[in-house]
């Protein structure tokens, strides 16, 4: 009889250790998961602030300002002043201006 409930909780023991060594493994995925997803925002952001530093890429949002202007001014001087096209490009125009801004500071 002792030598049944010796067995028995052997084997609840034995479960425990296999469930937290489980337990163990799936917690240590999930940090290496969280570690490269990290790691991989930290080179995202790393190669935009590459990019903004950019001389060319200052060349580029001035052009890029322009261009925007000159259509926004031509939708309005055809009289569609008032269109959400022309407000998507005033947007755009300064977003276009804000990145500029941003790489001069």
Known sequence: MANTRKTRVVRTLDERITDTEALLVE???KKEF???KETEKARREAEKEISYSDPDQ???LQKERRKLE???QTLQD???GDS???EELKAKA??????LQDLVE
């Open 58 to 60: 200052a060349k580029a």
């Open 34 to 36: 969280r570690d490269r």
């Open 84 to 86: 959400p096209a022309v």
């Open 78 to 80: 055809s009289g569609l």
């Open 94 to 99: 300064a977003a276009a201006e804000e990145a």
């Open 70 to 72: 000159k259509a926004v």
């Open 27 to 29: 917690l240590k995925a």
